[in-house]
């Protein structure tokens, strides 16, 4: 098998080479080419429209020595087909449910750029100022500088101009990394009570925290670029079908997978802004650029897996030899012995299934066993020309209890002497008279008290069956589940057979192999990073297998996307009402010695000027609220008590 791949990875290297000068020629979408390069020569119809359900990015990450090295290529990288400038219009932001945070009762972010509220100049913060964020009542109050603003059921902080080079966003204290979200940060109170956050930012800053997770920087510069055009493409197109939402794509696996930018993944940052603009296109609109992180050898057709149309005129059905060849394509295997050893659950998983057709043929329990397995093989394709088989054929010989062949009809038994003519005893007279019934039962003879005698069991002994017999179990139920051999949650896994002969040309073992980490639907990621890696292909090539009915064509996005504060008018936010300042209490100083902090326990507390009732109250002081004690209580249970600002008398049964 691997000498068949080797000669197959050979031919195709020559047949790249020797049509190198045709290439450029070729339109990025001609699927002819390439399936013909591949081994195809038809792609299958079907049809798509909704989001993938997109693998875990951990699952992709490779380090540098795991990946291919585009240095030791033969094959030279065919010359880019210019993109056209783009039919479709669009503004080029996208937003973006923050939904890994959650719902959070609170968040803390650091505003690393220029920003003020909801565009309103005379709300404005610093760089590098703190703001924490929480809710009640349905409402979200920002806490900044000492103070605590009621900004009502939603505050948006809106990103503006920074200086050239410099920082330009936020920094979440509650996301999964230390990245920047560079873009406005709308929050709100979420339907389970916590805080809902939607960033809003241009496609190109989004893509650089896609990327990163969705792929890995390690990966080759092509690959990545070729996943910088899908996941452009696709979030494009999630923003078209948004309809009355606030957001258009969320930052998990529901979508893509989007964890801020940061500067340390340099390669996905070239991969980006090579690619800037560049969407893939079917009849006119943007194509639902589906991707998966290995197909295990064959890709998958959305129609077909989810009953979405409209995709499978760029889409195809093809074997994948690229994601097959590559090492690091997940898959999970289980090699057994003919006669089960190295699995006990699919040994018994074929005597339960053995049972029937046996008991059909006369055989109970205990009269038979299992021999050996003759062979494996994928059976019940769930779709025409689909290597998805929900069924796994064995066929098995078996063992049954058969009565002992003899030479003749009770060989082993004594011979039987020949009767005489004449008898050897006189006959005895017949009664002169009949007995009556009365003395007939006593004056009968006593037989005597001898057991029955006991039949002879007929001898019998194991041997084969006259023929094997070919039982079928479930993929998904059985194979997957019971062996532990699965790789995704839905069932879309490829199974496969390997059977390994002795010298005699018999069976010595057998691998039963699960392929396909992913849907399956569209590129392949670990395809895509063998092309670039292993033959040097570019992301218009890569591109052009996976999706073979796209056009690409390039977008000019707007410039000038922030304004400066200095140039919002002065009634921006003025239709909106201003936050309620509610303030807080300023921080505790430092304790000196012999004091302590409490908190206040009483729903309100007077901060008397003396130790008595009768003295002047200076403040309220709220349940919750800290303060240092001074002193031990006197008789009367008064203590000394001071806070930042005030200092006075509380009694100290209304403290903890």
């Known amino acids: 098998m691997r000498d068949t791949q080797k000669a197959k990875k050979y031919a195709r290297a020559l047949a790249l080479v020797l049509i190198l000068a045709l290439a450029a020629a070729i339109p990025a979408g001609a699927a002819g080419f390439w399936s013909w390069l591949t081994g195809e020569d038809e792609a299958q119809e079907a049809s798509a429209d909704v989001a993938a359900t997109l693998p875990p990015a951990d699952a992709l990450n490779v380090s540098p020595e795991q990946t291919p090295d585009p240095e030791a290529v033969t094959v030279p990288t065919a010359t880019l087909a210019p993109v056209p400038d783009a039919s479709i219009e669009d503004d080029g932001l996208v937003r973006v449910a923050l939904l890994s945070l959650g719902e959070p009762a609170q968040l803390h972010l650091t505003l690393a750029g220029v920003y003020a509220v909801d565009g309103d100049p005379g709300f404005r913060f610093e760089r590098d100022t703190r703001l924490a964020l929480s809710q009640a009542d349905g409402k979200v109050y ?44 709308t929050v709100s109170v979420g339907e389970s009570g916590g805080l809902r956050a939607v960033l809003k930012l241009p496609v190109e800053d989004y893509l650089y925290g896609v990327v990163a997770y969705e792929m890995s920087d390690s990966f080759p510069i092509e690959s990545l670029k070729a996943q910088a055009v899908a996941a452009r493409t696709y979030a494009l197109q999630r923003k078209r079908q948004s309809g009355g939402r606030d957001y258009d794509v969320a930052d998990t696996t529901a979508d893509q997978v989007y964890k801020g930018y940061s500067a340390e993944y340099a390669n996905v940052i070239d991969a980006v802004n090579a690619t800037r603009g560049v969407v893939g296109l079917y009849e006119g609109d943007y194509a639902v650029c589906y991707y998966t992180a290995s197909n295990g050898g064959q890709t998958a057709l959305a129609s077909q897996l989810w009953g979405i149309e409209n995709c499978d005129g760029y889409l195809a059905m093809t074997d994948d030899p690229y994601d097959l060849e590559n090492p690091r394509s997940l898959q999970n295997e289980l090699t057994v012995s003919p006669t089960c050893e190295g699995s006990a659950a699919l040994k018994e998983m074929l005597e339960a299934a053995l049972s029937e057709p046996l008991a059909t043929d006369g055989w109970e329990a205990g009269e038979w066993k299992l021999d050996s397995i003759a062979s494996i093989e994928p059976v019940n394709p769930r779709f025409e020309g689909s290597k998805l088989c929900d069924g796994l054929a064995f066929t098995v010989n078996v ?68 023929a094997p017999y070919t039982v079928v179990l479930d993929v998904f139920r059985q194979i997957k589940d019971g062996l ?10 490829l199974v496969s057979v390997e059977t390994m002969l002795d010298a005699d040309g018999q069976p010595a073992a057998f691998t039963i192999v699960m392929r396909r980490f992913g849907h399956g639907v569209g590129m392949s990621q670990r395809g895509a990073q063998w092309m670039a890696g292993q033959y040097g292909m570019n992301w218009q090539q890569i591109l052009a297998f996976y999706y073979p009915g796209l056009s690409f064509e390039r977008i000019a996005w707007p410039e000038d996307i922030l304004t400066d504060l200095e140039a919002l008018p002065e009634g921006v936010g003025a239709a909106r009402p201003k936050p309620t300042p509610t303030p807080t209490p300023a921080p505790l100083p430092a304790l000196e010695a012999g004091e302590r902090y409490a908190t206040v326990t009483a729903t309100s507390l007077n901060l008397r000027q003396q130790p008595t009732t009768a003295s002047m109250a200076l403040a309220q002081l709220a349940k919750g609220r800290r303060v240092i004690v001074c002193s031990e209580p006197d008789e009367n249970g008064w203590v000394s008590v001071r806070t930042a600002e005030l200092s006075g008398y509380v009694k100290a049964e209304y403290l903890e």
């Open 142 to 185: 920002m806490a900044v500088g000492g103070l605590t603003l009621n900004m009502g059921a939603s505050m948006t902080l809106t990103r503006h101009r920074a200086e050239e080079g410099a920082e330009n966003g936020i920094y979440i204290d509650e996301s999964e990394k230390d990245t920047l979200y560079a873009g406005d940060l």
């Open 399 to 466: 063992q049954v209890l058969k009565p002992v062949e003899t030479s003749g009809a009770d060989a082993t038994a004594e011979p039987t002497e020949e009767p005489t003519e004449e008898p050897t005893e006189a006959p005895t007279e017949a009664p002169t008279e009949e007995p009556t019934p009365e003395a007939d039962a006593s004056a009968m003879p006593t037989a005597p008290d001898e057991p029955l005698p006991t039949p002879t069991p007929v001898p019998r002994e194991w041997a084969m069956a006259d």
């Open 484 to 493: 532990s051999l699965g790789l995704n949650g839905s069932d879309c896994e």
